[in-house]
């Protein structure tokens, strides 16, 4: 059976010359991987991290790694792909949903909602530094657990008042929250440990140390 699917951009895994296992986030199946052919030409920009793509998906009844083809990008991401720190906080975020979402599992809404993150960040043209820390708060909603202060506040450590500002605000207010590199790297790892809590998941983000040094100059 063959279907039309979007598919997201998690991470890849190189067979070979010709051959790429792509771990992506698809509304229909949730996260799962599939194998493609390498682009003639060395495409591979078409995998980059958190690219949405349109896909023609082709089922395999003796295999759970079915084959994609005729991938096509749904958004250029222009904003995202012409700015350094967008693409490091795009690894970041990629590399937070591969190493929590488990291979088979399906959150009603996910793709949605992480679909929507994507443009969102594509679209912003400055305030965005705190982009990532929002982006694991909600993702922690859309997982299925609210992250309200009193759950944040055995992880806090020593930037309680920060988090209740991260918490409490509405988008906008939120990317002014007041922060360092320093202190937005030390909430990361604090929300991630966060995640791993409630997933039963270690999720160590090496990509966080590339954000760590590009948000640095974001003011």
């Not at 693409?87 to 909602?113: C, H, K, P, Q, Y």
């Not at 443009?119 to 982006?135: I, K, P, Q, S, V």
């Not at 988008?171 to 790892?189: D, Q, W, Y």
């Amino acid at each position: 059976m063959i279907h039309r699917s979007r598919l997201i951009v998690l991470n890849t895994t190189k067979i070979g010359e010709r051959s790429l296992v792509l771990h992506a986030l698809s509304p229909d199946w949730g996260r799962r991987s599939f194998i493609t052919s390498v682009p003639k030409g060395g495409r591979m920009a078409l995998f980059q991290p958190l690219n949405i793509l349109d896909a023609e998906v082709t089922e395999n009844p003796k295999s759970d790694l079915w084959r994609v083809h005729g991938l096509s990008a749904v958004h250029a991401l222009a904003g995202i792909r012409t700015s350094p720190a967008k693409n490091a906080m795009t690894l970041f975020m990629s590399e937070v949903l591969w190493r929590t979402i488990r291979d088979g599992a399906r959150e009603e809404g996910l793709f949605e909602w992480c679909e929507r993150a994507v443009l969102t960040l594509d679209a912003l043209e400055g305030d965005y530094a705190n982009y990532h820390l929002r982006f694991l708060l909600e993702l922690a909603s859309a997982l299925g657990f609210s992250p309200a202060l009193a759950d944040l506040a055995p992880f806090a450590e020593t930037h309680l008042n920060e988090l209740r500002a991260l918490v409490q605000s509405d988008f906008g207010t939120c990317m002014l929250v007041p922060l360092n590199g320093e202190a937005r790297s030390e909430i990361a790892e604090i929300l991630l440990r966060y995640l791993s809590y409630h997933t039963e998941t270690r999720i160590e983000a090496r990509s966080l140390r590339v954000l760590r040094e590009l948000c640095s100059q974001l003011i």
